[in-house]
């Protein structure tokens, strides 16, 4: 053989090792993703023990994605006792549907809004798909647009839990109409969160692709912010909270709960709810 032949046959050879390597690469990656959406999101059909959404009704919320793709959002619709109340689109963390949420959305509701919660595609009814940051929020604007048309010209404002606060914060950025947004439970990013785990030492910051990077986006919300957690929170350290509060501008509020957990914070902080919902978004709470 030639050296001719043989150095074209190795560069043959190289070429085909590099193109089935980063084919490999690249269902890796994609694997990762996958594996990282199921993770954080942990989509199911399973509902909060207890749950009673008695006075709740239930809605379809139908609409297009940007890539043409149809999307059935399902939700619960409870208004609320007087007239032009305030509106609240509520947004549920990871695990269970927008059904487990049914004591929050009451106790919000007793405030006095007029509140629409809704799962996104992989929950509940909603239509089935493994979830994303970017379907997520995609599916938090629509159901936005579908309050706007439910109350036109009534006040709006954005509730988040926990993966709720994230995808939030990512929604109040995007739009200029929400008079304020409410946070509880929530983090700064996903490396952030799993540094504080137990398995946090491990250096996989670049590997994380579902990074919802709250505080690099939480300044740019144009409304009021209040931030909520509780100091026993096992699953979200409260310092987190903390940290993208101090990340926000102004005009803002931070409540830490003393004792409160991942999730019995809002039911241990009414009276610091009404007086933020009073002095920080001019409200007049029930």
Known sequence: MSAVAFWSRKRLF???MAVLLAGGAAWGLKELDAKQRVWIFQPSNRTWPGANTAGMQEVDIPYTTRSGQKVQLHGLWMPAARAKAPQLLFLHGARWNVTGS???IRRLNELGFSVLAVDYRGFGKSSHALPSESTATEDARAAWDWLARKSPGQPRYIFGHSLGGAIAIDLARGVKDEKGVLVESTFTNIPDVFDSMRWGWLPVDWLITQRFDSIDKVADIGSPLLVVHGTADPLIPARLGQQLFDAAKEPKRFILVDGATHHNT????????????????????R
């Open 14 to 16: 190289f070429g085909a």
């Open 266 to 285: 809002q039911a241990r902080a009414m009276g610091e709810y009404r007086k933020a919902l009073r002095e920080l978004f001019e409200l007049n709470p």
């Open 102 to 104: 049914s004591p929050r």
